[in-house]
């Protein structure tokens, strides 16, 4: 049966979809069910590393994970408080009020005064009225005016110091409500969010060697780091090398939505003891906080007319997944209410990231599974369709609940 799984990637990296990938998928019981790793790690000219589950990644925007559990270890160490207003600890947050229009012969927008407290339950909910400006067309104009790039430069501050989109609490748009949340951290800890991340989720687990926001700075993961490659301007194969692109436009900070690099094997091993909800982590309280949905009935509406708002969200956001799958957002990530036929059960939780890197929960089920490749354009259909066949095909094979031994049946 790996064999099976074995094939979705085989072909794409044969014809250049993909210049290398590592795949990993298990069980709460803890084991490895399946791995596999394919192709190169770079096509710089001269560079000829295997990917291998060792090769370092920048995971974008599963960062997020995280940064919800760095939070919620906050809370639980009474540093942190889910529902106070965080406005007071960050004068640029929404100091712009909201943004109601865009003057195009003018070059000029339109705001609203708005002081809704903003809750780090709304920022790792998406629901604070913060957008990424990449995402927003007013946004976009704006930045523009502005004679600035978006998502750009070496702070959360210059990053995500934007106009809000909706009062807070009352909708929900995809935005930067982590890089936020990790600053609230780095203040109310003394600690940087890498020094507070090594301390109180690396090194319980082992892993401080192959995670880090500054992976440069790092003897140990700086000579395995992977090289992003991408696709032509049609989307098509062969991947070429990307040598230009800065997966962080900039970023010096610690990025909690966004910046941490990790190689398959590391992050695999932060997720699935998530997934079993191990206690060096979090409480049992805490996890279920996590997992469960944070959504009211508006925002949950919001979220899933969001998703199908236009082909850019759908193709960022919905991983494949059709509209008729009712979704809703929990601190963890995107949850499916209902299942999908031969793919996943309802109340499976996602989350992906820009250079189609992608892993899921299936808490009914059993299993988890997590993607690392680094190919360009962000979120390729073509690549989140392998990622989907890779997800059917453990959930045809280990998806039962099964009571074999866990042992690894794949490696490369």
């Not at 760095?70 to 600890?89: F, I, N, S, T, Y």
């Not at 193709?315 to 997944?321: D, E, H, K, R, S």
Request: hydrophobic share 40%.
């Amino acid at each position: 049966m790996a064999q099976k799984i074995d094939q979705v990637y085989e072909a794409a990296v044969d014809s250049g979809l993909l210049p290398g990938i590592c795949v990993m998928a298990g069980n709460t019981r803890g084991g490895v069910v399946y791995c596999k790793s394919l192709g190169k790690a770079s096509l710089k000219e001269g560079r000829d590393r295997p990917f291998t589950r060792g090769t370092v990644c920048a995971i974008a925007s599963m960062t997020k994970l995280m940064t919800s559990v760095a939070v919620l270890q906050c809370v639980e160490q009474g540093k942190l408080d889910l529902d106070q207003d965080v406005r007071p600890m960050f004068p640029a947050m929404g100091k712009y009020g909201i943004i109601t229009a865009f003057d195009d012969e003018q070059g000029s927008a339109t705001f609203a005064p708005d002081s809704t407290p903003i809750t780090l339950r709304m920022l790792l909910s998406h629901t604070s009225g913060h957008e990424y400006d990449w995402l927003n067309p007013l946004l976009g104009k704006w930045r523009a005016s502005r004679g600035e790039i978006p998502w750009s430069g070496p702070t959360v501050e210059d990053k995500s110091a934007l106009p809000l989109v909706f009062a807070p609490g009352t909708g929900f748009a995809y935005g930067a409500g982590h890089d936020w949340a990790g600053k609230a951290v780095e203040i109310a800890t003394g600690m940087s969010l890498e020094e507070f991340m090594r301390k109180h989720i690396w090194a319980p687990l082992r892993l401080d060697d192959d995670i880090s926001f500054y992976p440069k700075s790092k003897i140990t993961m700086k000579n395995r780091m992977a090289d992003m490659s991408t696709l032509n301007e049609k989307g098509e194969p062969p991947a070429v090398d990307a040598a230009d692109f800065d997966m962080l436009f900039g970023g010096t900070d610690c990025l909690g939505g966004a910046g941490v690099f990790a190689s398959t094997e590391a992050y695999y091993a932060f997720m699935a003891s998530v997934f079993r909800r191990d206690s060096r982590l979090l409480s049992a309280e805490s996890y279920t906080e996590l997992f469960r949905p944070q959504l009211d009935e508006a925002a949950e509406q919001a979220f899933n007319d969001y998703l199908a708002r236009s082909p850019v969200h759908t193709q960022f956001l919905a991983l494949g997944i059709p509209h008729t799958v009712r979704k809703t957002w929990s601190f963890a990530g995107m949850v499916c209410l209902d299942g999908q036929e031969g793919r996943f059960k309802k109340g499976t939780t996602f989350w992906a990231g820009v250079p189609c890197v992608e892993w899921f929960m299936d808490h009914e089920a059993g299993i988890c599974g997590l993607a690392l490749c680094q190919i360009l354009p962000p979120m390729h259909p073509a690549v989140i369709a392998l990622h989907e066949e890779f997800q059917r095909r453990v959930f045809e094979t280990y998806g039962g609940n099964s009571q074999e031994d866990s042992r690894e049946l794949s490696s490369g």
